[in-house]
């Protein structure tokens, strides 16, 4: 792997390639804040796609694009006199050095000069603290909650804002609690759905979501991975019936449901076998 010096000089070279393109590239000069956010939020989902396959490879080529994107982002800021790189940097420097006082940062550059405190025995333990210490900062969260992004997917969403509630002591006493929880809200969507009050059964079925996505977070489970893979293996069965319908040369359309569950369960024997 590559010595310090050199991930630095690479940083550089990065920063020093975005500089000469926003200058000479015409479609780097024409890019503003608002042009880039939607291929950022693309970049970042191509990132996540990769994290979730075990793709190294491609988990350092989609990292690679988002920090092309931070460091344009940083460009955009010295341009308007607002903030460079060097700002982001050492901004989110302070920022893990002071929540984390539990470490003894003297001599640090940016020393945040907190008081050093007994090591939290785990890694819980060092979340209460961190969103302890967010609301002791200048310019940080206001309130438990306002740090959970408006614009985070709802699944994601609901997971935070459980876990940061959790984090100041609003959660069940027992974990196996939350099942009395699941099973009342699923009651009541079925009730719901039974009487056909489409407005009712909408906000029913969010609290059964929100119900289970608790669960999930009370078993150390994150949702949101349990849904891609399964929305992966879905995609998988699904391609092979039609994969298999296609060399029969049949249309799925004129397949019964029989002869696609017939298929379908000819490709989970497939996966159990590999």
């Not at 979501?209 to 998988?236: C, G, M, W």
């Not at 039609?242 to 024997?269: C, F, N, Y």
Request: charged share 40%.
């Amino acid at each position: 792997m590559n010595t310090r010096e050199k991930k630095l000089e690479a940083i550089g070279r990065l920063l020093d390639v975005q500089e000469r393109l926003r200058k000479e590239c015409p479609w780097d000069r024409k890019q503003t804040f608002e042009s880039l956010r939607p291929n950022t939020i693309e970049e970042v989902f191509e990132l996540a796609d990769a994290l979730m396959r075990h793709d190294l490879h491609n988990v350092k080529k989609e990292l690679g694009d988002v920090m092309e994107h931070v460091v344009f982002y940083a460009i955009l800021g010295d341009e308007a006199g607002a903030f460079d790189i060097a700002d982001v940097c050492n901004q989110e420097a302070d920022k893990l050095m002071f929540r984390h006082p539990f470490i003894d940062w003297t001599g640090w550059p940016g020393d945040p000069k907190a008081q050093v405190t007994d090591m939290p025995e785990d890694g819980e333990a060092v979340e209460v603290t961190w969103e302890q210490i967010k609301q002791r900062e200048k310019d940080g969260n206001k309130t438990v909650l306002s740090g959970v992004p408006d614009a985070l997917p709802s699944l994601i969403k609901a997971y935070r804002i459980q876990d940061k509630a959790r984090n100041v002591g609003f959660d069940w006493e027992h974990k196996e609690d939350v099942w009395d929880k699941v099973r009342e809200e699923l009651g009541e969507l079925e009730a719901e759905l039974k009487r056909e009050d489409a407005e009712r059964s909408a906000k029913e079925l969010g609290d059964f979501l929100f119900s289970v996505i608790n669960a999930a977070r009370l078993y150390h489970i994150n949702p949101d991975n349990a849904l891609e893979e399964t929305n992966q293996k879905f995609i998988r069965r699904f391609n092979y019936v039609e994969r298999k319908a296609k060399e029969a040369g049949k249309s799925l359309k004129d397949m019964t449901l029989g002869e696609m569950d017939a298929l379908w369960d000819e490709a989970k024997r497939q996966e159990r076998t590999r």
